[in-house]
């Protein structure tokens, strides 16, 4: 089994700022890249940032400048570091880890449960 577990979100005024986390666990045998994403009620899930086991980042153009993302390899655990926040930036942060299992030995993609980030006006 593995589990994705978030923490972090909460209400912040605009121009605050949050710091999500996700922590992988159970039978890992390499994560090869984890990433957040966001969902608003009637659109679709977008990617907001993701990272590589190397360090290489890739981020939506409407959070660069403002979002960081970094992941601690030995703690299987990626942060985004939100700053600037803007009331548009107010949805469901879900946690998502591209990874192979120790067994069976299968690479697939896992989810978190999600968690919430509202900013106000």
């Known amino acids: 089994q593995v589990r994705l577990v978030e923490s972090g979100g909460g209400l912040v005024q605009a121009g605050g700022s949050l710091r999500l986390s996700c922590a992988a666990s159970?039978?890992?045998?390499?994560?090869?890249?984890m990433g957040w994403y966001r969902q608003t009620p009637g659109k679709q899930r977008e990617l907001v940032a993701a990272i590589t086991s190397a360090a290489n980042t890739n981020y939506a153009d409407s959070v660069k400048g403002r979002f960081t993302i970094s992941r601690d390899n030995a703690k299987n655990t990626a942060y985004l570091q939100m700053n600037s926040l803007k009331p548009e930036d107010t949805a469901v942060y879900y946690c998502?880890?591209?990874?192979?299992?120790?067994?069976?030995?299968?690479?697939?993609?896992?989810w978190g449960q999600g968690t919430q980030v509202t900013v106000s006006s």
């Open positions: 159970g039978s890992i045998f390499r994560i090869h890249a």
């Open positions: 998502n880890a591209d990874l192979t299992r120790t067994w069976p030995a299968v690479r697939n993609d896992y």
